[in-house]
């Protein structure tokens, strides 16, 4: 089964960063509607690509430092990472046909 994890600051080096794999990141907070309504594309689509690409929420609210660094000013803000490097930005919610389209892309 497919998985969105919840990661932190301290941990966002090694598994995005440095990961094998591309990743989508999911900039969110818990106050966030828009952000809630991105949750079940997120798992439906962490199953759908589960071999091939990681996917991560970080909390905004308690990883201020990676929000900062990566100059997210409204949320939710996807990021698709591959060899740690940003490829895409999406802010705001985005349908899954749509987020499919890039995720094909970084494989």
């Not at 309504?37 to 996917?55: A, G, R, T, W």
């Not at 939710?76 to 995720?103: A, D, H």
Request: aromatic share 10%.
């Amino acid at each position: 089964m497919g998985e969105v994890k919840e990661i932190k600051a301290d941990e966002f080096e090694k598994e995005v960063l440095k990961s094998k794999k591309p990743a989508l990141v999911d900039f969110w907070a818990e106050w966030c509607i828009p952000c809630k309504k991105m949750e079940p594309v997120m798992d439906q689509l962490s199953e759908e690509f589960k071999n091939h690409i990681n996917f991560f929420r970080l909390n905004v609210d308690e990883n201020p430092s990676i929000a900062a660094e990566y100059s997210v000013r409204g949320i939710p803000t996807l990021f698709l990472f591959k060899n740690g490097e940003v490829v895409e930005r999406v802010v705001g919610v985005i349908g899954k046909k749509e987020l499919v389209k890039k995720l094909r892309k970084l494989l």
